[in-house]
């Protein structure tokens, strides 16, 4: 179990367990209020505010106002990426300069997929009229899942400073 959000309203911690839904959300998870409410936050990718069953207005207020500050939210959507990294919920593929990320890869109904073009990330590497040198394409090998960065991370084998990250819940889920 993770609190991942203490104390919304006071006394009630949001979180989630090891075995969850395949699916973004939040349940109560303190020891009196446990599992008694849920909410989910993502549906087919898009981010989205909905009770799963019915929540008292005071509390589903607070907990909407709280959500709607977007580093609140952030937060919640990395730790999310790295539940679902951890359980193999997402998926890379790399072809030219185009990875493809599939989420949920082998749950039916629940998997979606995005694209990300490394050329808009590193112009200096693809763009013909860059005055950057040497151009070396990034590799498929040089490119990975960072649980840690709640990101894409490439050139993995480098000195931490060296590595460029591609944060996931920037591309993972749209408005």
Not at 6 to 17: E, H, L, Q, S
Not at 115 to 134: E, N
Not at 155 to 164: L, T
Request: proline residues 7%; aromatic residues 10%; without cysteine.
């Amino acid at each position: 179990m993770a609190v991942i959000l203490p104390n919304v309203p006071k006394g009630i911690n949001w979180g989630w367990y090891s075995r969850e839904d395949t699916r973004m959300h939040l349940q109560t998870v303190d020891s009196k209020n446990r599992n008694v409410y849920k909410v989910w936050l993502e549906k087919n990718g898009n981010r989205i505010f909905e009770p799963a069953a019915a929540i008292p207005a005071k509390i589903l207020g607070k907990l909407e106002a709280v959500l709607k500050a977007k580093p609140r939210r952030e937060n919640i959507e990395g730790r999310w990426v790295e539940f679902m990294i951890e359980k193999g919920w997402l998926e890379l593929r790399m072809r030219g300069t185009l990875i493809t990320l599939i989420a949920y890869p082998h749950v039916p109904g629940s998997r979606f997929t995005r694209t990300v073009d490394l050329a808009d990330y590193l112009g200096g590497i693809y763009d013909p009229d860059s005055k950057m040198w040497p151009k070396e394409p990034v590799q498929p090998h040089q490119v990975v899942l960072s649980r840690a960065m709640a990101a894409i991370e490439i050139w993995p084998e480098q000195e931490e400073s060296r590595r460029h990250h591609i944060f996931l819940p920037d591309i993972l889920w749209e408005d």
